[in-house]
């Protein structure tokens, strides 16, 4: 029997649809691996919950596809969310805390709403980097978190999974889901996606809805999708973003004629750049240039060093405003409760710290009047002007990035990683493409050709 934990959503409704295969099946197929992989001995820990109404809900599915009713685009499809977005069932909703361990949310984010009419399988919420990596500077590694402990990297155990969607890239890339779906403020998308081999986008800030999710900024905040390929990515970011901002066909000679900027920033160093990833790069140029994409070298524009100070003023004001929509469903109201909490339970829920929830409830208003914070914003505007400058004086389509960089999150911009290779440590290189605000399509389409023209099928060996 085909082992369908690693299929794609194209070759699993195929399968549904000629009878090889049922909903209740493959969840069944997908709970027995993460037993084995992500919850045996030497387990990758990056599943936090399991929905105890998976099953009744794959039953439902089989029986609208017993009856023969249409399918919708994630019909049947397992999907785990990151532990920062409110599912109203059974499921908690914790961002990895232990002081919101007790938080069954009275309401669905909007982006479960849409999951779900879409028919997929919510399988379950996924461990991530505690608070979305806004919590401690103390040595807090990628992937803790309180209540789930840390996620491992199934490439290279010794290796970081980045965050902090660390447990929805480690479920992926490892089979025990289909497609997940992260959040991003500032590269806890792409960073986890790229170090463990998968597809993720981070989509243009306003495309995806965030009600219900526990927020870092709502300047810079998002959720996007997390898949083993381009076309699963495209087909989840349309469903959460209720939109088909992405075609439904690509086509493979996208690429003829596409104007693709190359960024490579004045701040890289040799030691940022090694000879590994430099030969991926270069090869995935080459590739790009015989396609028939015209390349732009040298459209440079640097990180930039303010993001931080926007997103430690916006904290407070966002995390008190989700809380109250909580209705009770916690004990916690408040940032000041969090921290009164952790530091009542510290053996538990402060082996990092909590020095940046600290400095938040301490020397922040939540007023989002400190003239630091203003000013951080007014940069911010300027760094889209010439971002925007950047993309219109070269006529160019697409910003491929030598390096990662945190422009995308900064200005709101698209971002997008698909592999290109892979380490000696047996870590992926990833690649770093971004476009105009809800160009998404123009992405995913490059994405898509690069995906066809490099062929690779990594798989962590387990």
Same mark, same amino acid.
């Given at each position: 029997?085909?082992?369908?934990?690693?299929?794609?959503?194209?070759?699993?409704?195929?399968?549904?649809?000629?009878?090889?295969?049922?909903?209740?099946?493959?969840?069944?197929?997908? @709970?027995?691996?993460?037993?084995?992989?992500?919850?045996?001995?030497?387990?990758?820990?990056?599943?936090?919950?399991?929905?105890?109404?998976?099953?009744?809900?794959?039953? +439902?599915?089989?029986?609208?596809?017993?009856?023969?009713?249409?399918?919708?685009?994630?019909?049947?499809?397992?999907?785990?969310?990151?532990?920062?977005?409110?599912?109203?069932?059974?499921?908690?909703?914790?961002?990895?805390?232990?002081?919101?361990?007790?938080?069954?949310?009275?309401?669905?984010?909007?982006?479960?709403?849409?999951?779900?009419?879409?028919?997929?399988?919510?399988?379950?919420?996924?461990?991530?980097?505690?608070?979305?990596?806004?919590?401690?500077?103390?040595?807090?590694?990628?992937?803790?978190?309180?209540?789930?402990?840390?996620?491992?990297?199934?490439?290279?155990?010794?290796?970081?999974?980045?965050?902090?969607?660390?447990?929805?890239?480690?479920?992926?890339?490892?089979?025990?889901?289909?497609?997940?779906?992260?959040?991003?403020?500032?590269?806890?998308?792409?960073?986890?996606?790229?170090?463990?081999?998968?597809?993720?986008?981070?989509?243009?800030?306003?495309?995806?809805?965030?009600?219900?999710?526990?927020?870092?900024?709502?300047?810079?905040?998002?959720?996007?999708?997390?898949?083993?390929?381009?076309?699963?990515?495209?087909?989840?970011?349309?469903?959460?973003?209720?939109?088909?901002?992405?075609?439904?066909?690509?086509?493979?000679?996208?690429?003829?004629?596409?104007?693709?900027?190359?960024?490579?920033?004045?701040?890289?160093?040799?030691?940022?750049?090694?000879?590994?990833?430099?030969?991926?790069?270069?090869?995935?140029?080459?590739?790009?240039? +015989?396609?028939?994409?015209? @390349?732009?070298?040298?459209?440079?524009?640097?990180?930039?060093?303010?993001?931080?100070?926007?997103?430690?003023?916006?904290?407070?004001?966002?995390?008190?405003?989700?809380?109250?929509?909580?209705?009770?469903?916690?004990?916690?109201?408040?940032?000041?409760?969090?921290?009164?909490?952790?530091?009542?339970?510290?053996?538990?829920?402060?082996?990092?710290?909590?020095?940046?929830?600290?400095?938040?409830?301490?020397?922040?208003?939540?007023?989002?009047?400190?003239?630091?914070?203003?000013?951080?914003?007014?940069?911010?505007?300027?760094?889209?002007?010439?971002?925007? +400058?950047?993309?219109?004086?070269?006529?160019?389509?697409?910003?491929?990035?030598?390096?990662?960089?945190?422009?995308?999150?900064?200005?709101?911009?698209?971002?997008?990683?698909?592999?290109?290779?892979?380490?000696?440590?047996?870590?992926?290189?990833?690649?770093?493409?971004?476009?105009?605000?809800?160009?998404?399509?123009?992405?995913?389409?490059?994405?898509?050709?690069?995906?066809? @023209?490099?062929?690779?099928?990594?798989?962590?060996?387990?």
């Amino acid at each position: 029997m085909q082992d369908f934990c690693f299929a794609y959503i194209r070759e699993i409704h195929e399968a549904y649809s000629c009878g090889k295969l049922s909903v209740r099946s493959l969840v069944l197929s997908f @709970l027995s691996r993460i037993a084995s992989v992500d919850k045996g001995e030497n387990g990758l820990n990056s599943v936090l919950e399991i929905n105890p109404d998976a099953l009744f809900i794959a039953d +439902k599915l089989d029986e609208l596809l017993e009856s023969g009713g249409e399918m919708g685009p994630l019909f049947g499809i397992p999907v785990l969310l990151k532990d920062n977005i409110n599912t109203g069932d059974r499921l908690h909703t914790s961002a990895g805390s232990l002081s919101l361990a007790d938080n069954y949310a009275p309401y669905d984010s909007d982006l479960a709403v849409l999951i779900r009419k879409a028919g997929a399988v919510i399988l379950g919420k996924a461990n991530m980097t505690e608070f979305a990596n806004w919590m401690s500077r103390d040595g807090m590694p990628s992937g803790y978190s309180s209540r789930g402990g840390q996620v491992i990297n199934p490439y290279n155990r010794e290796m970081t999974p980045s965050g902090s969607s660390s447990g929805s890239a480690v479920a992926v890339a490892a089979g025990l889901c289909t497609v997940s779906v992260g959040t991003e403020t500032s590269g806890s998308i792409i960073s986890p996606a790229v170090h463990n081999g998968i597809v993720g986008l981070k989509p243009s800030l306003g495309l995806v809805s965030r009600n219900g999710i526990i927020p870092i900024a709502s300047t810079f905040d998002t959720a996007g999708p997390m898949a083993r390929s381009v076309e699963d990515a495209a087909l989840l970011l349309n469903v959460i973003s209720d939109s088909e901002i992405v075609p439904a066909e690509f086509d493979p000679a996208a690429l003829t004629g596409l104007r693709i900027g190359i960024n490579r920033s004045r701040e890289n160093k040799e030691e940022d750049f090694p000879d590994e990833y430099k030969a991926a790069f270069d090869r995935l140029l080459g590739l790009l240039g +015989k396609a028939g994409a015209v @390349l732009i070298d040298n459209t440079d524009m640097d990180h930039v060093d303010y993001m931080g100070k926007a997103l430690r003023y916006e904290f407070k004001a966002c995390i008190n405003y989700y809380l109250s929509t909580l209705h009770g469903s916690t004990k916690m109201t408040s940032l000041k409760d969090i921290v009164v909490f952790n530091q009542a339970n510290a053996e538990a829920a402060l082996k990092y710290g909590q020095s940046v929830l600290l400095d938040a409830e301490n020397n922040t208003s939540g007023t989002l009047t400190e003239p630091e914070y203003l000013e951080a914003i007014f940069k911010r505007e300027k760094s889209i002007a010439e971002l925007e +400058k950047i993309f219109s004086v070269n006529r160019i389509d697409i910003l491929l990035c030598e390096n990662p960089t945190n422009l995308a999150p900064l200005t709101g911009f698209p971002a997008l990683t698909i592999p290109i290779g892979k380490r000696k440590d047996n870590l992926p290189i990833g690649s770093y493409w971004m476009a105009r605000h809800f160009e998404e399509g123009t992405l995913f389409r490059a994405a898509y050709a690069a995906e066809k @023209l490099l062929g690779l099928s990594l798989r962590p060996e387990l």
